[in-house]
């Protein structure tokens, strides 16, 4: 997984995405577009994922 669409897609979808971080729809596919999730969704979008999730996909501030 390289984007946040491969994170999306492995998670089952934006639906799936939305429903795990309990936000609309509309917000995973604007996070999609902009190919970068938002930091406060990592936590709950690894756990499910069950391995670690490429931190460059997400909203972090400061150094990697």
């Not at 984007?3 to 897609?9: F, L, P, Q």
Request: charge should be positive; include cysteine.
């Amino acid at each position: 997984m390289k984007t946040a669409s491969d994170i999306i897609t492995f998670l089952g979808g934006r639906q799936a995405v939305a429903d795990l971080v309990s936000v609309k729809v509309d917000a995973v596919r604007k996070a999609e577009d902009g190919n970068k999730l938002p930091a406060a969704w990592y936590n709950m979008l690894e756990n499910h994922a069950g391995r670690p999730l490429p931190r460059d996909c997400f909203t972090f501030k400061g150094a990697a």
